[in-house]
């Protein structure tokens, strides 16, 4: 529990995306670790990501929706 936000683990996600119908994704990893966790997600019918990483969704899943959000450009 994260203020009062209950953070599930990775062993957890694949369970609570299928039994809470999840559509969109908001993701705020490191750059390595997003492939990864894209592939899982996507796996699962997640095709639309709210991305606060630096790694190109739509590269590898162009079917996707995609919104990139850059800290730092936001910033300036």
């Known amino acids: 529990m ?3 936000i209950t953070v599930k683990s990775d062993e957890e996600i694949k369970d609570f995306c299928t039994q809470n119908k ?5 993701l705020c990893l490191p750059k390595d670790a997003v492939s990864a966790q894209v ?10 990501f709210w991305n606060f990483s630096h790694y190109d ?3 590898k899943y162009p079917d996707t929706i995609v919104e ?4 730092s450009d936001s910033l300036m």
């Open 22 to 26: 999840i559509t969109t994704a908001f």
């Open 39 to 48: 592939d899982i997600l996507y796996s699962l019918g997640i095709k639309t």
């Open 57 to 59: 969704i739509s590269k």
């Open 68 to 71: 990139n959000v850059h800290m």
């Open 2 to 4: 994260l203020r009062g």
